[in-house]
């Protein structure tokens, strides 16, 4: 799916970025997503946030699994 039109920058090509290590910024930079009409801005954010977030929330709920076992 194309997130940016204006710079056709595909979800799963701002996902690969995000697991990477890559803030918004960081990714805004490297792709160009966001940096014309913004239209894409929030969903481009939306991406990346899920994708940072995903690691260590798994890493919390094994950490509260081991305690509580
Ligand atoms: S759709 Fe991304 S800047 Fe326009």
Known sequence: MIVCVCHRVSDREIARHAKLGLGF???QFELGV???CGQCESCARD???QCCKSQPVAAIRIAEG???V
Do not use: G
């Open 25 to 27: 910024d960081d990714i």
């Open 66 to 68: 081991s305690h509580h």
């Open 47 to 49: 991406i990346v946030d």
């Open 34 to 36: 966001a940096t014309q």
